[in-house]
């Protein structure tokens, strides 16, 4: 029973970090139907972002979200104006062929800056554990997991509460409707997608403390955004949350009954058996086909 | 608009295209084939290496030992009388790669003699696309026992001291000779999905079971496992007296420092590769949980060998007083073992009677002498090193240790 | 100038030069071994063959049916280890195993184009990337079979080494060659057409016979036959076959790279594609370090060729090209309204048994979300009769036909078609006899207008496939079908280019090419002009008379009420009245409803 609770408490606290790399794909696609495969390098980039500040000045890696999170909303915005732009209104498949270039392109860039080898990031913490009732909760997991539904929370509030995150929110659920009524869509636009790439950066920060990440890490991530998205359902904020904890779970619980060399497949089977039996996911609806008008 | 410029572009991009195409065609055309070299000019040796990708650190320590290798033989008048030339190229730690590499290197830059690459998973296409060229192969790492079992004629010949199922020998059998109340009496096998590691550890615990320790936790992660977390809780649910992890080096610093997460000091640890990587592995595990780790080695910089003083020195000479790395050290030896083939058979024509010189011959290199089997396996002694107050130890055998002390139980353990 | 301007008019008008071009370089390949023996540019042909190859295939399932698949290369590892474990368990020289590794290439890639059925765009290329990994992750644990990580050697080559790596080198030209053929020869028959018009718009296509699931898998599968039989000369070729190596995403990008950088949907495309993708392969491997140069080419192409170039090289070349020679020229599409023909010969009108209900809808429900759109709707629709239906917006008159021609789903209620219940695809309701228009006209753009209306299909048999697309009975029939509705004039010209007038007429036109018992039209006099609307009606009496039955949508009131007898209404989701338009106009709820209590025509109008 034991080894079950501690299980799942792994698998819960894995889940926060993954429910905020998710939730910028989520985000932007949202707003503008791009799926965007560069999304597991970018979590990476924010990894070494977070590493360089660590390992030069000493700065903490959780706290150099406040840091790497600009960095990264900067680099959205910059990414958005350029590349992804012009590809508005051209089918999913190209974008998501186009992301895939970039997300080789900054692989390669990454290797090129930084290296091949592997790296974390080890502040004092990273080896303790809280220890409750025999049940181990390492340290660094949950700070991390604090800091993302902090962040999470936050994202939430913006959302909902301001005049900006109202406008995205139109804008995700009918961008003609919304520019009707005097939303900037090209502004909205690339505000959401520097937002979304600024939520995966401070994802990044905390990939570099809880795994060794390499540039050619980014496609596990890939896998695992892709059915955490396919399973909580396109576009919805909340399914993403949810199928990050499910994922994390049945990554978990597979690495520890199952057997550890299944692990790796979770997300893969997840995205085969949800696509097959229900296509639009556990909290997605069915969008009404407008086929024929 | 936009489509207009779409479409002023697009010739534009056409245009850079086929030139682009002309260019390469050009320049890989002109790229000079060079006919074998008579006496007087270099002997070049082709090598591919992982100089990027996931084997990138010991890929650089393995260049690293073969420059220094080819300095000295220079140094000392060269190979038959002909300057060594190293034509190295980047394999980025990928099977594809290495294999156009050899090709390229025989048959593109007309080699006279090639030199392997790192880790059995390199070394087992490489070998392949050399015995198809009929040419000697000397490995510097790839200790697999698959590499061994193909039949080849021209190779591959393993420059380490045994394959990597004999590695644990020495240190299985000291675990067996400890008085019983010392002996441990469980044991987990954490390894790597790794046709080194797999074998180093199942040769263990083949062994040790049948000595009768029992194996209470027996997993194979897969290469890409990043969480250790859960595999730490699963072995220390079992408390075993003993684990052996058969890692590389990434997961064998991640799974050692999620034993500190989950708060699991085994009595006795050890692991394959990665706490031979010195200072990069107390770097990555911390100074004070290397204490007592044993591993596998096959060179230390202090031991007593023939030529490893001056090779040690030349070393740090060269590369800033940097103390080599295993793998470079493993690297040097295989040039060793190549010049003395060369040197003992007096031309490089005939690659096959090089062959078979070394499976006739016992070579002395800074690793110790070196000597095979038929197939290329090598019939000797794995050393065993241990992790004592922050500095690496070579424990067994007794002759090549560094230190008199073993540690029996680990201090975190008690 | 006007030497190398009339160069290239011959460039564009003929194929002879094209075809001498492609002869050379077929020559050229086949020679090469033969005269030189540079092994470092025969090792680089081998692998562009392989590249090509897949390719290839790649252009059937992607350039001509439209669904991107990033997972190809797990066909090259499925070969290679078929190869490999058949010939180091069970025995016998490597290359007789590889029509086996083909086999089994190809059941895979039917596995997965079952499972994909119910995919569509960006799920159908997510899944073909787990299907990829997964099939890595199995090669890696199933060592009994595959021995995981550590690969399996196949036995070295045994012939003369003055042979060289001709075996390799021609069985591969020999597969580039087949997979060649295979792509032409579906281009060209119906298998093609089927998938052109998927790729162009699926629903239509499924609504005008095609039967959609039996055209991808048959794609998938020709995508992945030959690739397979690659991948087993490619695993004995390198020497090492291992579960990294051979299930690796990049190379899926590289072919899908080829595919697009060349020109997808063209038949040389992958084929030039791939002829620059390994040579750059070969550059950033040996002169720029490989390891990340080879990501940073080859990501960086594949995002600028989706940006800049995203038609391809050849089909960049040729529309430059033809833009050439249509400068200054007036299109034809711009032209007067052609003359129609009447119908003749055609099988001869149909018997009408008048009073029958040919169409029945009971108790039809269909929900948005927690709109209800069709909200028990029941009417019925008799044999040879020119129906009229009619309501406010909204009230579910287009999503009803929807739900009749099984582009969405009722959820509840029945259907009854000529006695029978209605189930099943959409293809199935076209075969039983039922055709729709569209409100917004699909049309299969890229197609011609004569290919747009050859492409329906009136049942399904595996001999019809195999016909050709464009000739034949269908052919002539299809441009009997133009002449009638007045477009045989623009038979060649691409639909796309088509005014939303013209494009209605096409949409009639293929769905008389499917010889329909009951016609749906949605809105046919919506968005054109009066004389075409005139034509509209004047066709739709004609083919009533040889006993064609219509249901027709319609907002233009003068039309219905002096065309359609009987006329339907519907209101929020339900049918609330129905009769003939004089009691249609009278009746209290319909005018509550829709028409309005000041309601009256300019001119009594009554069936004629």
Known sequence: MTEFIQATAFGLLIGGVYALFASGLTLIFGVMKVINIAHGALLILGAFLTFTLWEQLGLDPLAAIVVTTPLMFALGWAMYSTVVRPLRGAPLSSTVLLTFGLALVLEAVMGLVWGNQSRSARPSYFDQSFDIAGIVLPRAQVFACAVAILVLTLLYLFLARTWTGRAIRAASANTEGAALVGVNIAGVSALTFAVGVATVGAAGSMVSVLYPFLPGSHYIWIARVLSIIVLGGLGSLQGAAVGAVLLGLAEVYTQTYVSAAWATAVPYVLIFVVLFLRPQGLMGTRLREDVAL | ?414 | ?608
């Open chain 3, 1 to 608: 100038m006007s030497g190398v301007g009339s160069a290239l008019d011959t460039l564009t008008e003929s194929r002879t030069p094209w075809r001498v071009l492609i002869a050379v370089g077929a020559l050229a390949l086949v020679a090469y071994p033969l005269v030189s023996d540079d092994l470092f540019y025969q090792n680089m042909i081998i692998l562009s063959l392989v590249f090509a190859i897949g390719a290839v295939g790649l252009n059937v399932i992607m350039g001509y049916g439209g669904y991107i698949s990033l997972g190809q290369s797990a066909f090259i590892g499925l070969g290679a280890y078929t190869v490999g474990i058949a010939t180091t368990k069970i025995g016998g020289d490597p290359f007789v195993w590889v029509p086996a590794a083909g086999v089994v290439a190809a059941l895979v890639a039917a596995l997965l184009g079952l499972i994909a059925m119910r995919t569509r765009g960006f799920a159908f290329v997510i899944i073909t990337i787990a299907a990829l990994f997964i099939l890595q992750i199995v090669a890696i644990n199933w060592d009994s079979l595959t021995n995981g990580t550590s690969g399996i050697t196949p036995p070295l080559p045994r012939w003369d080494l003055d042979y060289q790596n001709w075996p390799f080198y021609y069985s591969l030209v020999a597969l580039l060659a087949g997979s060649l053929a295979l792509s032409w020869w579906i281009r060209r028959t119906k298998i093609g057409t089927g998938l052109l018009a998927i790729r162009e718009d699926e629903d239509k296509a499924a609504t005008i016979g095609v039967d959609t699931p039996v055209y991808k898998i048959i794609g998938f599968v020709a995508s992945a036959v030959f690739l397979g039989m690659a991948g087993g000369i490619y695993g004995y070729y390198l020497g090492f076959i291992d579960p990294i190596g051979m299930f690796d995403i990049v190379i899926s990008v590289q072919i899908i790279l080829a595919v697009i950088l060349g020109g997808r949907g063209t038949l040389w495309g992958p084929v030039l594609g791939a002829a620059l993708i390994e040579p750059l392969n070969e550059l950033s491997n040996q002169e720029l370090g490989g390891g990340n140069s080879r990501l940073l080419i080859f990501g960086g192409l594949l995002a600028l060729t989706i940006l800049l170039l995203p038609k391809g090289i050849i089909p960049s070349v040729r529309e430059l090209l033809e833009r050439r020679l249509r400068r200054g020229k007036a299109a034809l599409v711009g032209g007067r309204l052609g003359a129609r023909r009447a119908l003749n010969g055609r099988p001869g009108p149909e018997p009408v048994r008048a009073g029958r209900k040919l169409l029945e809808v009971k108790g039809l429900v269909k929900h948005f979300g927690g709109v209800r759109a069709v909200d028990g709707c029941s009417f019925a629709v008799e044999e040879g009769t020119i129906s009229g239906l009619i309501g406010p917006n909204g009230s579910g008159k287009t999503t009803v036909f929807n739900l009749i021609g099984r582009t969405m789903r009722a959820d509840a209620g029945e259907i009854w078609f000529d006695g029978e219940r209605l189930a099943g695809p959409p293809w199935r309701r076209a075969y039983a006899g039922l055709g729709r228009t569209f409100q917004i006209t699909r049309v299969f753009g890229e197609m011609t207008v004569l290919e747009n209306v050859v492409a329906p299909l009136r049942s399904f048999s595996w001999g019809q496939l195999r016909a050709g697309a464009v000739s034949g009975d269908d052919a002539k029939r299809a441009e009997e079908l133009l002449e009638f509705v007045g477009m045989g004039e623009y038979r060649d010209q691409p639909a796309r280019a088509l005014s939303f007038g013209q494009r209605k007429l096409i949409e009639l036109a293929q769905v008389l090419m499917l010889d329909p018992k009951l016609i749906l039209l949605d809105e046919p006099a919506g968005g054109i002009n009066p004389t075409l609307i005139a034509r509209m009606e004047e066709m739709i009496r004609e083919l009533n008379q040889r006993g064609k039955t219509f249901l027709i949508v319609e907002h233009n009131m003068p039309l219905v009420l002096g065309l359609c007898d009987p006329v339907l209404v519907l209101a929020q989701g339900q049918c609330i009245c129905s009769g003939t338009s004089a009691e249609i106009q009278r009746d209290p709820r319909v005018l509550d409803a829709y028409l309005g209590e000041d309601f009256s025509l300019e001119e009594p109008v009554g069936v004629r």
């Open chain 2, 1 to 414: 608009m936009k489509r207009d410029t779409r479409r002023r572009l697009a010739p534009t991009v056409l245009l850079s295209v086929g030139v682009v195409a002309a260019t390469v065609l050009i320049g890989a055309g002109c790229g000079g084939d060079d006919d074998g070299g008579d006496s007087g000019d270099p002997i070049s040796i082709g090598i591919s290496l992982p100089l990027t990708g996931e084997f990138s650190q010991p890929g650089k320590a393995a260049r690293q030992g073969y420059e220094v290798w080819r300095d000295t033989v220079n140094d000392e008048g060269g190979l038959l009388d002909r300057q060594v030339e190293l034509v190295i190229r980047d394999d980025a730690s990928d099977q594809n790669t290495v294999v156009s590499d050899y090709n390229a290197l025989i048959q593109r830059e007309d080699v006279d003699l090639l030199l392997g690459t790192f880790s059995s998973l390199l070394n087992l296409p490489a070998s392949a696309a050399a015995e198809r060229n009929q040419m000697l192969y000397v490995e510097p790492a790839g200790g697999a026992p698959e590499i061994f079992e193909r039949d080849f004629q021209f190779g591959p010949f393993f420059t380490q001291q045994a394959t990597a199922d004999h590695q644990g020998d020495l240190f299985v059998d000291w675990l067996l000779s400890l008085p019983e109340n010392e002996q441990p009496k469980t044991a987990a096998y954490p390894v790597l999905d790794d046709p080194f590691a797999l074998p180093v550890i199942e040769a263990m615990r083949d062994k040790l079971e049948k000595a009768g320790v029992e194996t209470v936790y027996d997993e194979i992660y897969p290469v890409s496992t990043s969480n250790f977390d859960s595999i730490a809780n699963a072995v220390r649910s079992e408390n075993p007296d003993l684990v052996a992890n058969g890692a590389q080096f990434d997961d064998g610093i991640g799974f050692r420092r999620s034993l500190s997460k989950v708060g699991f000091e085994p009595k006795i640890l050890f692991q394959t590769n990665a706490p031979s990587f010195g200072e990069q592995y107390s770097d990555g595990v911390g100074v004070k949980n290397t204490e007592g780790t044993f591993f596998a080695i096959s060179h230390t910089p202090d031991a007593t060998t023939p030529g490893n003083e001056e090779f040690v020195q030349r070393f740090e000479e060269k590369f800033d007083g940097e103390a080599p790395a295993e793998d470079a050290a493993d690297a040097y030896a295989s040039g060793q073992v190549l010049q003395a083939a060369v040197e003992g058979v007096g031309s490089i024509d005939d690659q096959l009677a090089l062959a078979d010189w070394l499976r006739d011959n016992t070579v002395e290199t800074i690793l110790g002498p070196l000597e095979w089997e038929d197939t290329g396996a090598p019939i000797g002694e794995f050393l065993i090193g241990q992790w004592q107050g922050g500095e690496a130890e070579i424990v067994l055998p007794e002759d090549a240790a560094t230190t008199d002390e073993i540690i029996t139980v680990r201090p975190e353990a008690e």
